[in-house]
């Protein structure tokens, strides 16, 4: 098992800029995609951005353009920059370990998830 913990979050202005950290311990998961994910209350969970070990990436077409995602294999680590923030991008922020390399935007497909990281867009 991953042990996953997000850190970043925070209150920021539209428009504005944050950047998510997730690292891992336990077993590594260098060799595995990674994913971002959010959830705003009320709302199902959904895929924000992925990235494989070679760094292959996929993003939303919701978050398109302002986020992105990079991985540190050397300190377990996957960031989540985001830029031009919008109140609609309020939520709880969660990464997750995938079963596999392939990238995927499927939650079932991820095994790991941390607790997350709360980012509130307000003015």
């Known amino acids: 098992q991953v042990q996953l913990v997000e850190s970043g979050g925070g209150l920021v202005q539209p428009d504005g800029s944050l950047r998510l950290s997730c690292a891992a311990s336990g077993r590594t998961f260098s060799r595995n995609v990674i994913g971002w994910f959010r959830q705003a209350p009320g709302k199902e969970r959904e895929f924000v951005a992925a990235?494989?070990?070679?760094?292959?990436?996929y993003y939303a077409d919701s978050v398109k353009g302002r986020f992105t995602i990079s991985r540190d294999n050397t300190v377990n680590t996957v960031y989540l920059q985001m830029n031009s923030l919008k109140p609609e991008d309020t939520a709880v922020y969660l990464c997750?370990?995938?079963?596999?390399?392939?990238?995927?935007?499927?939650?079932?497909?991820?095994?790991?998830w941390g607790q997350g990281t709360q980012v509130t867009v307000s003015s």
């Open positions: 997750a370990g995938g079963l596999g390399v392939r990238i995927t935007s499927a939650t079932w497909d991820y095994v790991d």
């Open positions: 990235i494989t070990w070679s760094g292959s990436t």
